[in-house]
């Protein structure tokens, strides 16, 4: 199964130059007679399914565990025509092995070029950022002014809960009624002080006692994106640590900051490459899942976690968690593994679900169960969220139907004080379970003041209010 967990259309105001190829590989067959650069009033306008169409030509075993980018710049002739021009593929994958050229040629008729009227040939040019059957595809921006907001609401995969019948209502934050700077949100974090930082993909704000603060590439170290140092790297991820540090994923790098001093780490002072998750264990360590393993650092030192030297079965890795008997739990697209006292164990118990699916998040319970979220995009009976009890025996939590048929979990909270499990579910929304009375509730884009079906980081304030981060602005349980 592929899931399109990033996808976002992005419109920006480009600067017409003269034709040129944008990138070192260059395609034949365009017709380069005479074209502008985002040129047009309109300028030209991909077909709605522009993302699911391009990944249809993919080679499909291929692209479920591709990573890295690709820049494309697609030729729209006049009569909507595309045609790819040039690419920068940074996948470690062959154009012509993944089937590129002939992906982007054989997408729908866009709509061409508008100039004085007449329809004209413009390229546009996209970014593509893959990671293992997950997609982002983003315009590439050049020229700065007028620049929109991001936004992505979507439709939702499945039907939600009756209007009538939800518990919860939302107070939500987008650009429009609130000082956030982007409506692309998919970080949020809670910290000591009961401040609460979202990070969008154009800065974060921390709001504490209704005041807003903004943290950007301008006031901080977190770099700007390579073509728009105008702005600031997405944020993916935020924790707060046991010294109320907080911490940040921007771009594929870490960032701590102390509320005096932004530090940042990466591949010239750190191991971290490519970073996904951040988890805060006990001890105050912090971990971070990455492409090259799982990477430990205690405030000073840092350690890997590899294939080479902890036996992971890969070193793409999920999840992290460390429980209250120091055993650690790691995920990897290949299998899961504990270790205690320095030896791994591959869980490989065909009776347990941690031989079928892959740990993408943990949590421990006050009586010391284990919540586990499981993923597997080729088998996704086998993905959901489980319990391991202090009898070893498991459950698997039972979703509405067809919730997970079609997409992944994004992050979940137990909130053990009102018995209630937060679950974000990308292609769908929120879901909240109630685990006295068996019950769910679906709140989609559709039924709720939820704004987008895409819903990622979920954190919970001190005054009980859950706050979630969306693609189309932040929301805040009433």
């Avoid at 729209?76 to 690419?87: M, R």
């Avoid at 771009?251 to 998750?277: C, E, H, Q, V």
């Avoid at 995920?331 to 118990?349: A, H, P, R, S, Y």
Wanted: glycine share 6%; charged share 20%.
């Amino acid at each position: 199964m592929m899931n399109y967990k990033y996808l976002l259309l992005v419109f920006f105001l480009f600067i017409e130059t003269q034709a040129q190829h944008l990138y070192p590989e260059k395609f034949n067959g365009c017709n380069i007679a005479s074209f502008c650069l985002d040129c047009g009033d309109p300028q030209a306008q991909e077909p709605e399914s522009i993302v699911y169409d391009i990944i249809a030509g993919f080679d499909k075993k291929i692209f479920v565990k591709l990573t890295g980018t690709i820049e494309v710049q697609i030729l729209i002739d006049e009569n909507g025509v595309p045609c790819l021009l040039s690419a920068d593929n940074k996948t470690g994958v062959s154009s012509k092995k993944l089937r590129l050229q002939e992906a982007i040629n054989k997408t729908p008729a866009w709509t061409p070029a508008v100039s004085e009227g007449k329809k004209r040939s413009s390229s546009l040019s996209w970014l593509l950022e893959f990671d293992n059957g997950r997609v982002t595809m983003k315009r590439k921006i050049f020229n700065f002014k007028n620049q929109s907001n991001m936004s992505s609401a979507g439709t939702p995969n499945v039907k939600g809960t009756a209007s009538g019948k939800l518990s919860q209502t939302w107070t939500l934050y987008n650009q429009q009624n609130s000082e956030l700077p982007w409506d692309m949100t998919r970080a949020v974090a809670v910290d000591q002080e009961n401040t609460t930082w979202i990070g969008t993909d154009n800065g974060i704000v921390a709001i504490k006692n209704n005041k807003w603060i903004h943290y950007n590439s301008r006031n901080s170290t977190i770099s700007a994106p390579k073509y728009n140092e105008n702005e600031t790297q997405s944020v993916r991820y935020a924790a707060v640590d046991r010294q109320n540090n907080k911490w940040f994923i921007a771009g594929w790098d870490a960032y701590r900051f102390d509320d005096t001093k932004w530090t940042k780490f990466d591949s010239l002072n750190s191991p971290i490459n490519w970073a996904r998750k951040i988890f805060v264990d006990n001890s105050n360590n912090i971990w971070f899942t990455s492409w090259n393993g799982v990477a430990k650092f205690d405030g000073s030192n840092w350690k890997m976690y590899t294939k080479a030297n902890a036996q992971l079965p890969a070193d793409k890795t999920l999840g992290v968690f460390v429980d209250c008997k120091d055993k650690l739990w790691i995920g990897t697209f290949e299998g899961n593994v504990v270790i205690e006292n320095g030896k791994t164990t591959l869980l490989d118990d065909k009776k347990s679900p941690l031989s079928k699916a892959y740990i993408s998040q943990m949590y421990e319970d006050k009586k010391g169960n284990l919540w586990f979220d499981l993923y597997n995009d080729k088998s996704p009976n086998n993905s959901g969220i489980y319990i391991l009890d202090t009898y070893n025996k498991w459950t698997k939590l039972e979703f509405p139907s067809s919730v997970l048929d079609d997409s992944a979990i994004n992050d979940f909270m137990l909130d053990e004080n009102s018995n209630k499990l937060w679950v974000t579910v990308n292609g769908v929304g929120v879901l909240l379970y109630d685990l006295s009375s068996k019950k769910w509730e679906i709140y989609t884009n559709v039924n709720s003041d939820v704004p987008s079906i895409h819903a990622e980081q979920i954190a919970q304030d001190k005054d009980g209010n859950m706050w979630i981060a969306t693609y189309a602005g932040a929301i805040k349980t009433n």
